[in-house]
């Protein structure tokens, strides 16, 4: 909210006094080169006297063109300009006493706390356009409905009309088992629903649930920290595992060299973009040294501790190139590639992997380092230096677009860590419930066995996923937003990049979920009326995965389209 000032004369004072000061001596000297000019034009007074005088001094003055006249017009219209100018930099105002309006204050505020609403980077600078091009306004926020006496919100679609359009698209013969809900999100209204209370296997859809438990718990300004720590009385430098898997070795965009490989630029380009702001490994190891500099300390026993996660690293799928060993130190996901999503061979242990990477680095700024070794950060023990991830609210909304497994366990483990519970498969399942039931979701016949949905044993329905998505977009939930602005925009982000080409691209965000047999899709659509609709969508069973995705892909455009009465 802008408050206005009290005194806008006061505050534009200066400014004013400024501008008199330029335009006096130029209108001074523009005086003094017309007035010979003037004195050659004016007229010797007739014979007549002043009776004939009169007639000829008035055309003179109205008929457009002669001296006289246009200039006593520039003169009024120079003098007016003045004012003019004067009153608009007063209207313009308040200023504040860097000359900068403090309107002109207002609005960078407002365009930041949108948080890339006109697509500038958080991720990249938008540039100067070019001259003579205009700025594409933002689109209406799809949040609209939600509230704030903005606008007015139509009735929703729902009854006949609209099961006449969902029920033909979702009842194919590639589903087996089959559940649908839509629902509008400015009132929670069900407006479809097909089994929405079967429980069934939700795939990546599962990530909604761990987004919303994670940030019930955490808060969305929460960070993970990876420490670096020194035993004095042994000169060992421990590395400690903070549970933060974006955590990166990589070099940042100023060192890295220019390739002359188009895909590996390309490459080059998606990871800078995906590790702007991830903790740098890199940088804890300068700090460390710094810090071991500072106590005369050239040589060190190397350790890394991962205490912090108990129990088994393991995923119950077992060795698979979609998730890393769950451990709370690792760097770069433990990808053996430059990749920074989906499928990659992994390293065999990712902490001791991170750990020699620290030690390679300490070395580069003369620090000796023995080969690490497992151990535990004790009391004793002080931190050198730290580094943190981005906010929570940035890495639910990278777990999402992406569907990024092993993040999705990290924030999990985090969930039971910040609730008291053991930071394992078991521990982080429980916690995420604990948080599902604090938000009054339905969680009859759901089972949780793990938090990225790799495992087929758990159990989400469509009544759920809707809820939760309706929950996200609820003012009383703020937190809970991070949801809604991670889902993946069909045709753009993640994993629905190349979907929807020729459907609902742009209007579409949503969550997939795929394994063998079982297809989904969870999310969010604005309708052609404008009003936000939240939509999940599960299958089980399916015999035929490109028909049963393109099923679920035609029944959210669908809903795009619909006008539905």
């Given at each position: ?547 049963a995705q393109a099923a679920l892909d035609k029944a959210a455009t669908a809903l795009a389209a619909c006008g539905c009465r």
């Amino acid at each position: 909210m802008v408050v206005p000032e009290l005194r806008p004369w006061r505050a534009a004072r200066p400014h004013v006094a400024r501008f008199a000061d330029t335009v006096r001596p130029r209108l001074a000297r523009t005086a003094a080169a017309v007035r010979p000019r003037l004195a050659r034009l004016r007229p010797r007074r007739p014979a007549g006297g002043a009776t004939a005088a009169g007639p000829w001094i008035t055309r003179s003055v109205a008929r457009p063109g002669t001296w006289p006249g246009t200039w006593r017009f520039t003169v009024v219209a120079a003098t007016a300009g003045t004012v003019l100018a004067a009153g608009a930099v007063t209207a313009a105002g308040p200023w504040d006493a860097t000359g900068q309006r403090t309107a002109e204050q207002d609005r960078a505020v407002a365009l930041e706390a949108t948080r890339g609403a006109d697509h500038g980077g958080t991720r990249g600078n938008a540039g100067t356009p070019p001259r003579g091009s205009r700025t594409a306004p933002s689109a209406p926020s799809v949040l609209t409905g939600l509230g704030g006496g903005a606008t007015t919100v139509k009735s929703a679609p729902g009854g006949k009309a609209l099961s006449g359009t969902l029920a033909p698209l979702l009842r194919i013969p590639a589903f087996g088992d089959r559940s649908a809900s839509v629902v509008d999100v400015s009132t929670g209204r069900s407006l479809y629903a097909d089994s929405p209370a079967d429980a069934l296997t939700p795939a990546s859809t599962t990530k909604i649930a761990t987004a919303a438990a994670a940030l019930t718990a955490l808060g969305p300004d929460h960070r993970l920290t990876t420490r670096a720590t020194y035993e004095p009385d042994t000169k060992e430098v421990i590395l400690v595992g903070g549970g933060d898997p974006t955590l990166t070795a990589r070099k940042d965009r100023k060192d890295r060299k220019d390739r002359k490989d188009r895909k590996d630029r390309e490459n080059r380009e998606n990871r800078e973009k995906e590790t702007t702001g991830s903790a740098s490994l890199r940088d804890l190891a300068a700090r460390t040294a710094a810090a071991l500099a500072e106590r005369g300390v050239r040589e060190v026993t190397l350790s890394y501790d991962t205490t912090l996660y108990p129990g088994g690293q393991r995923h119950p799928i077992g060795v698979n190139p979609n998730i890393a060993l769950i451990t709370p130190l690792m760097a770069d996901e433990a990808r053996t590639d430059d990749s920074v999503s989906g499928p990659a061979d992994r390293v065999p242990d990712p902490a001791a992997d991170a750990a020699g990477k620290f030690g390679a680095l300490l070395k580069e700024h003369g620090i000796k380092a023995t080969p690490p070794g497992p151990s535990k950060s004790t009391a004793r023990a002080g931190t050198l230096a730290t580094v943190s991830s981005p906010p929570l609210a940035t890495l639910v909304e990278r777990m999402l677009t992406h569907s990024d497994n092993d993040l999705a366990e990290a924030l999990a483990r985090q969930t039971a860590i910040a609730t008291g519970r053991r930071a394992d498969f078991a521990g982080a399942a429980a916690a995420v419930r604990t948080q599902l039931q604090k938000l009054g979701v339905p969680l009859k016949g759901t089972a949780f066995k793990d938090a990225s949905g790799l495992d087929r044993k758990n159990r989400l329905t469509t009544g759920l996923l809707t809820a939760l998505l309706v929950k996200s977009g609820d003012p009383a939930h703020p937190e809970l937003r991070p949801v809604l602005t991670g889902l993946p925009v069909a045709g753009f982000t993640g994993t629905l990049t190349g979907r929807y080409a020729d459907g609902a691209a742009g209007v579409v965000r949503a969550k997939t979920g795929t394994l063998t047999g079982v297809n989904a899709l969870a999310g969010t659509v604005v309708d052609r009326e404008g009003r936000l609709l939240a939509f999940a969508f599960l299958a089980t069973g399916t015999t035929d995965p490109t028909a049963a995705q393109a099923a679920l892909d035609k029944a959210a455009t669908a809903l795009a389209a619909c006008g539905c009465r």
